[in-house]
Each structure stands twice: as structure tokens, then as C-alpha cells.
């Protein structure tokens, strides 16, 4: 019986009323018994179902599991789609960073916040990344969302890129503790060979400020709602800070169709 009842679930699962714990599992139950059953027999169901789940609550939590894995994949399906009618965007504008092999077979698109603890970790994995796999394209989509400090630094990076040192000012910046500033920026910029008045004039520059604007609407399309997250060959989206192996396993898996 708790086979067919997992079964019976897993075939009901995507209806709302499941998230809503046992109560709406069995109004889910009762709403699919009237398709097929008598009164009596529906009556009957409930019962067993019930019983069921006070005697075995797993039955419920795996339902519920069921239920947002199919929520996700449907959110990720709704996402892959806007970044196919995305594709001239996703695929690298004239201000965004690509590095790696700019003609690759294989393309990762990352988005993150120069600010953020997760991005800043898998710095050093994409760097590794790059090197490791002489095919890859990484175009970077810098998207300031932790606030004024992220703002900031997103600007100088962006500003970095037009005079060359995008990697060098990348690097300097995601391995700082100190609080974001211009004073700050300048010095880093600095010490990392920029020219630091240019790169303050830049910043403020229209084409920093289009490029900016530019990559928060694409992440609010596609749904991107934390960084970092990677878009792999426009087939798979991977939210949350994915290491070496991640990266490199899901490069196989887009290359394969696995």
C-alpha cells in the first residue's frame, strides 16, 4: 500500500494544495478520487491515506520533494528559453569581459557581484577553469546587488576593462577587505598599473552605465535571483558558487547532451 500511495503522490504531486502539508494532500487525494471513484470508495481512500501518513510522514515529505524538484526544472526550462531569445546578449556586448579562448566551442557566462562571498571564493576555480580548458569563452556579466559598495566596485570594473586591466583591478578588488571607496579604488588601480584618473572619469562614463543597466535587465529576465550563477553553452543554469569540478562536469554534460 505505501507503494502505490508514493506512486498515486508522485502522479498527484503537482498540484498547489500539496505544499500546504497533509491537509492539502488529502484534499488533493479526495480531488483525484473523484475522476475515478464512488463516494464510497472515495471516502474509503481518504481513510487509507490518512492512516497512512500518520503511520509513515516520509510519504509526505517525498511528495513534497517531488514538488519542487518539478518546480525547479520548470523554473529552469522558463529561463532557458530567455536566454535562447536572449542569445546576441548573453553571447558577449562590446562592454562585457570575455576571457579565455574568445572564439571557444564551449561558452560559461557568469553573473556576479564583486562584492559577494560566493563569487569571490570561486575566483580562484575559474581562473583554473580558463586555463585548464583551452576551449572555454567565460564572458562575465557584473551585476551590482549588494548595494552602494557593489556599485562601486562594478563601475571600476567595467571602467578597468576599457584601459585593459579588467583582470588585474578584478583581482585587487575581490581579494580586499577594506570597505569600498574611490580613494580606495585608486589606490588599488594603481598598484595594479591603471591609470587611476582615467579609470575615475570612466566610471562615470555612459557606456559603464548602459553596460550595467544592460546586464541587470538580462538577469532579471532569465530570473537570476543570487550570484553567482553560470549559464553553460545557453543549456544549463547553475546557481550558487560551483568549484572546478561543477564547472567542469556540467561543460561535459552540456557538450554530450547528458
Do not use: W
Amino acid at each position: 500500500m505505501t507503494s502505490f500511495l508514493r506512486t498515486f503522490f508522485g502522479r498527484a504531486v503537482a498540484l498547489p494544495a500539496l505544499a500546504l502539508a497533509s491537509s492539502g494532500l488529502l484534499a488533493s487525494v479526495s480531488a483525484r478520487a473523484d475522476e475515478t471513484f464512488t463516494a464510497a470508495q472515495r471516502q474509503e481512500i481518504v481513510s487509507i491515506v490518512r492512516q497512512a501518513l500518520k503511520t509513515d510522514p516520509s510519504i509526505l515529505a517525498d511528495a513534497i520533494t517531488t514538488l519542487r524538484a518539478q518546480s525547479e526544472a520548470t523554473k529552469q526550462a522558463d529561463a532557458l528559453k530567455v536566454v535562447r531569445e536572449n542569445h546576441a546578449k548573453l553571447a558577449g556586448s562590446s562592454t562585457d569581459v570575455v576571457l579565455g579562448n574568445p572564439h571557444g566551442t564551449q561558452t560559461i557566462v557568469e553573473f556576479y557581484d564583486p562584492r559577494c562571498p560566493y563569487c569571490r571564493k570561486v575566483l580562484p576555480d575559474l581562473d583554473r577553469l580558463v586555463a585548464e580548458e583551452p576551449g572555454l569563452k567565460l564572458i562575465e556579466k557584473v551585476i551590482p546587488v549588494l548595494g552602494a559598495g557593489s556599485q562601486l566596485e562594478a563601475q571600476a570594473l567595467l571602467a578597468a576593462a576599457l584601459q585593459g586591466g579588467y583582470m588585474k583591478l578584478q583581482h585587487a578588488l575581490m581579494n580586499d577587505s577594506e570597505t569600498p571607496s574611490v580613494a580606495r579604488i585608486r589606490t588599488l588601480a594603481g598598484s595594479a598599473g591603471l591609470d587611476a584618473d582615467r579609470l575615475e572619469r570612466d566610471m562615470k562614463s555612459a557606456d559603464v552605465a548602459s553596460a550595467m543597466r544592460e546586464n541587470l535587465a538580462l538577469a532579471q529576465k532569465i530570473g537570476v535571483d543570487g550570484t553567482p550563477t553560470f549559464v553553460i553553452d545557453e543549456k544549463m543554469i547553475i546557481p550558487g558558487a560551483a568549484g572546478l569540478d561543477d564547472l567542469k562536469n556540467a561543460l561535459k554534460a552540456a557538450a554530450t547532451g547528458r
